[in-house]
């Protein structure tokens, strides 16, 4: 479907011209990793580099890896880390990679950052940031690794930003970001990404106190720069979990509901945001963990209602790719992508299920938190409707946004 465009024949805002085909038609693929090893249950996370991905762990001391290639239970490898460090017991909200190490990092009070080889699968190390509480989700730029904020170590939400130098895994950094932006709210984050030189922040908050907070910093300098309450948007946006970037903007995916929300990473401002909801299309497309594309499509992973929403990169076109047909535990999932499939494995810790399923070609890079990096020039700005909260102008950087 053609989008509608406006004056001068720019875009119209992508909340004003939803639309959905038939579902997904392709193969979903499930492996039993508890068959494998009965420790292969309960993944927080997971990441893909060169022929391999990779499963964080959520409780247990055991992650794996297995050939993207080859989806069969005799090619899983495992790896335990207390083999090498007795104090890593479990506990890993998220990972990611740098190109030569993998890390596992803690979402618990204690944090550490456990670091393990990418060719070898061998340990590499353990940073101890038990000082700084635990972590939410974590990316690199190539010179540190950054750690978003969840938890400081007496339990309470955390707002302290921490980066360590990748090359001697031991250089350490922070940014008070509650300090710097002067505001109390920019504690307990879920998702982070680089783009464009900045990196970016996403405040979930706490279990009694939502929000919906982006925070914009420079890797340059790691000094803050802005940030913007997406509930000045729409009140509902509030509760996100996980993120990714693509030609210019950031994506954020909804934990609570199922509003997409895109947002302009040169401009932080409420006139440059747009919101997709997804129940429009489908009223289970809603309460999702963790998100990525391929370079077409975005793609949100479920908590709940174990559909996979794939939705276009301009936020005008959805469906979804039905999970519950394949495997009955396909429920409270955690996703990534690599070697031309999405993957999406089973975050309850009595499961162990991992399913595949064909994406479209990659046009960038995965880095764990589903980021594909490819930059692209913005469009002109446009005014578009949100169904809430009046008009808003969108600046959207793509094309004719047909399916």
Known sequence: MAAPRGRGGLLLAAAACISASAQYQGTVEVLELAA??????????GFSHGLY????????????????GDFSAQAVQTLKLTDFDVTLTGGFSSGFHDG???????????????????????????????????????FVDGTWGYLMPLRTSSNTPSGTLVRFRLDDFATVETLDVVDASWNQKCKGFRG?????????????????????????????????IASLDLRGVDLSLMGFWGAFAYGGLGYVIPAMNGKVVGFNTQNLIPEE?????????DTSLQKFRTGFTDGTYGY???????????????LTFADAIDLAPTHSSLTNLRGFIGGGYGFAVTEDLDEGVLARWTVEPQQG???????????EPFGSGTQGTNPENGTVTIRLPFGSGTQ
């Open 36 to 45: 494998v090893d009965s420790a292969l249950v309960g993944f927080s996370a």
């Open 53 to 68: 991905g990779y499963l964080i762990s959520q409780e247990d001391d055991v992650l794996a890896r297995l050939p993207l």
């Open 100 to 138: 030569v190490y993998g890390y596992a990092i803690w979402g618990y009070t204690t944090g550490k950052v456990a670091r393990f080889s990418l060719q070898s699968w061998d340990f590499a190390g353990t940073l101890d940031l038990a000082q700084y509480g635990g972590f939410g989700d974590g």
């Open 192 to 224: 982070g990404f680089e783009h464009g030189g900045n990196g970016f922040a996403f405040v979930y908050g706490s279990g009694t106190k939502l929000e919906g907070i982006i925070v914009s910093f420079s890797l340059a300098t790691f000094e803050y």
């Open 273 to 281: 945001v747009v919101v997709f909801d997804l129940t429009a299309i």
């Open 300 to 314: 949100a992973i479920p908590s709940i209602y174990r559909k996979v929403a794939r939705f276009s990169l301009d």
């Open 365 to 375: 890079t995965n880095q764990g938190n589903g980021m594909v990096t490819t930059e």
